[in-house]
């Protein structure tokens, strides 16, 4: 028997090159706001990234029931740690195939805070960038509270962030 479960799981890499794929511009981030999508897919082993946080899960989905019949959401708040800079948010599925195997598209290590993570070369990670406004507030993030929400009848999943300041 088959058993899926997705586990999305997320992190805060901080690299100069994840900053470099938004502009700068405020009136353009004022567009890319308004029109990007909250979470994209990034090759991340192509950007070096330091963990600012432990990774959390923030939904499971188990395939071998069926689907539920209203849209399930949950509300997860990611501790920072360091008081680092912040540049976005990583998220990455894992699937359990069964109890001995499962299958991972983000880290191919334990994440570690304040060490830099290793991803898998053959997947795309989601990458939530924050703001360039909301970047310059890093030391004084606490954190950052994620929604996720899915819609079994679109078979969507989506995600809004909100910065936590101390």
Known sequence: MFKF???IITS???SNLLYKIHNS???SQD?????DAEVEPHPLWEYPCTARGEPRRLMAFDFSSSLPDKAQEETTVLSLEGGEKVNGVALWM???LHQETSLCTGPVEQVKV???IEWDVHSKQGVHLLANRKRDLARI???VEVKTRFDPQEGDVDFKFRVVKK
């Open 5 to 7: 479960i997705v586990k």
């Open 31 to 35: 567009a890319c706001d308004a029109c």
């Open 141 to 143: 993030i606490e954190g």
């Open 94 to 96: 894992v699937w359990q």
């Open 114 to 116: 304040g060490q830099m």
């Open 12 to 14: 805060f890499p901080n």
């Open 25 to 27: 511009n405020i009136s």
